[in-house]
T-cell receptor, first 114, second 113 residues
């Protein structure tokens, strides 16, 4: 069965610090990978996605993620965080030919202080 | 607003009662998903539809849970004989076919006393 691991449960940063959130998945076949974000009081929304091609994917608000197949990883990065990036971040995988359900990780809560 | 709409936003019920949640997806989306989320956890898959057909249901879902999507438009999720462990946020999402990108509603929070 597919699974997604997010090892950073809670991250606290100051504004302008760099961010990297880890995401590892377990599935040996072709995968589609996603990062979703949930701002306080808002619904989940897509931050970025990887289907194929360039393994470095750029998303909204300056976020990017790199797909490293050999490491089964899809880490999220941002060079300089802002207070408005305070949110919960979820990695998700869609990776089986006979199902179209997204499997989510447990999430990482990011707090950014001014 | 043309996003995914869920009602009610918050439901408080007593143990043993039945509850029903409704989801109105984005109109041109033919896939509709239900997830459940508890504190500190990511969304957990429950079931999904393509048009009116229920294509997959989580094995973790007990027989007390049922979902429908008549006519391939809105969907309902019913929980019968609620238990305290059912307390959670129930999320609905819709998607264009094969896009993989889910558009989520704001969720329906269930509290079982």
């Amino acid at each position: 069965a597919q699974s997604v691991s997010q090892h950073n449960h809670h991250v606290i940063l100051s504004e302008a610090a760099s961010l990297e959130l880890g995401c590892n998945y377990s599935y040996g076949g072709t995968v589609n990978l996603f990062w979703y974000v949930q701002y306080p009081g808002q619904h989940l929304q897509l931050l970025l996605k990887y289907f194929s091609g360039d393994p470095l994917v750029k998303g909204i608000k300056g976020f990017e993620a790199e797909f490293i197949k050999s490491k089964f990883s899809f880490n999220l990065r941002k060079p300089s965080v802002q207070w408005s990036d305070t949110a919960e971040y979820f990695c998700a995988v869609l990776g089986s030919y006979n199902t179209d359900k997204l499997i989510f990780g447990t999430g990482t809560r990011l707090q950014v202080f001014p | 607003d043309t996003g995914v709409s869920q009602n009610p936003r918050h439901k408080i019920t007593k143990r043993g009662q039945n509850v029903t949640f409704r989801c109105d997806p984005i109109s041109e989306h033919n896939r509709l998903y239900w997830y459940r989320q508890t504190l500190g956890q990511g969304p957990e898959f429950l079931t999904y539809f393509q048009n009116e057909a229920q294509l997959e249901k989580s094995r973790l879902l007990s027989d007390r849970f049922s979902a429908e999507r008549p006519k391939g438009s809105f969907s309902t999720l019913e929980i019968q004989r609620t238990e305290q462990g059912d307390s959670a946020m129930y999320l609905c999402a819709s998607s264009p076919w094969l896009s993989g990108e889910l558009f989520f509603g704001e969720g329906s929070r269930l509290t079982v006393l």
